[in-house]
């Protein structure tokens, strides 16, 4: 049978992969639709090689008879909306921040964790006086990669202390940022002033420390969220110290981390855990162009290791770089193989 899906934020940079994706992946559709903000009446979208989809402003949008509803449009639209959906009857799966640490709503990764799936509907969230979300959360795009990465190595030895450097690219700060790298390296070539509106510092020809505001404490929000849910994902509790930095890249992002674990465990070995999980790719082979870059995995659906070799500096210490497509599988894949999870795993042959 198909469902009847929306995609709200479809005009938004994960929103339109999610539309790619669901048509590549043959997702059981009966109907599609395509919902966003009220400044995008009037555009339409792509789905698939021959359809074209016209954008319905969501606050004129009907949730009630929705299977599916894909939210992608930030955290101020998934905080009025999502419940809304929800409460419809719609199972909703949500890009943004705004659920992912309530307790009872489930933040998945299909390869870690797909059995915090079961009881999904049964969660209880009072935002707007509804209980009974059905919402089930979409992990934050370094999070997600890097919870995947983990994973193995954990239930093989455990796991004691992550220390993780993050280069992301500006795709993950929207649409506009990625202009504004494309238009801040156009004026330093052409010798003109470089205009900064999306990100707190010039971006073209530089790096950025910062990915989100700061708190008090001096940390980001960003690397807080992604210190928070890689344990959520995992279900553990271990030392978490991250640093989010945005580099001139599209699309992308890339990690350097430094893994201490509980018991010892060989480069070797590690290689095997890793090529043996789904999704992840190797990519080792200690010669000047025997790793992978950001630029080389752009459309890819794995998250690629490269670099791996011990950390001498600890005990049972671990060092790899890791790659992946943050629009992709840091976000909309996951979010359309929640979906695929749970039409084979758990839902009847009626949704609502």
Not at 109 to 133: H, M, Q, R, S
Not at 158 to 171: A, D, E, H, M, P
Request: negative net charge.
């Amino acid at each position: 049978m198909g469902y009847r899906v929306v995609v709200v934020g479809a005009t938004g940079n994960v929103g339109q992969e999610i539309l790619n994706l669901l048509a590549e992946r043959k997702f059981p559709i009966d109907e599609i639709q395509a919902v966003a903000s009220s400044t995008s009446r009037g555009q339409r979208v792509s789905f698939g090689e021959d359809k074209v989809l016209d954008v319905i402003p969501i606050t004129e949008f009907d949730f009630k008879g929705v299977d599916f509803a894909f939210f992608a449009a930030g955290t101020l639209v998934s905080t009025e909306f999502a419940l809304i959906a929800a409460e419809a009857g719609c199972i909703v799966i949500d890009n943004s921040s705004q659920f992912r640490q309530e307790a009872e709503v489930p933040l998945i990764v299909p390869e870690v964790n797909p059995e915090a799936l079961a009881g999904y509907k049964g969660c209880d969230i009072t935002l707007a006086g509804y209980k009974g979300c059905g919402i089930i959360a979409n992990p934050n795009c370094v999070a997600l990669p890097l919870a995947m990465a983990l994973k193995p190595l954990m239930d093989e030895v455990g796991l004691k202390r992550l220390v993780v450097s993050t280069y992301q690219s500006v795709s993950g700060a929207g649409r506009a940022a990625m202009d504004e790298l494309f238009n801040q390296t156009r004026a330093i070539y052409m010798n003109q002033s470089v205009v900064k509106e999306e990100l707190p510092k010039q971006i073209a020809f530089n790096i950025i420390p910062q990915v989100d505001i700061f708190l008090p404490d001096g940390t980001t929000v960003e690397e807080t969220k992604v210190a928070n849910e890689v344990q959520k994902i995992l279900g553990i509790k271990m030392g978490v110290a991250i640093t989010c930095v945005r580099v001139p890249v599209f699309i992308g992002h890339s990690m350097a981390v430094a893994l201490e674990l509980d018991s010892p465990l060989s480069v070797g070995e590690a290689r095997t855990l890793w090529r043996e999980f789904p999704g992840i790719s190797i990519v080792d082979s200690r010669q000047e162009d025997g790793y992978v870059t950001p630029a080389e995995v752009v459309g890819e659906d794995n998250v690629f290791i490269s670099r791996i070799r011990k950390d001498k500096s600890v005990e049972n210490g671990l060092l790899f770089w890791l790659v992946s497509d943050n629009l992709r599988k840091g976000a909309a894949l996951n979010a359309v193989q929640i979906a695929e999870v749970l039409i084979k795993d758990y839902l009847n042959s009626n949704v609502n």
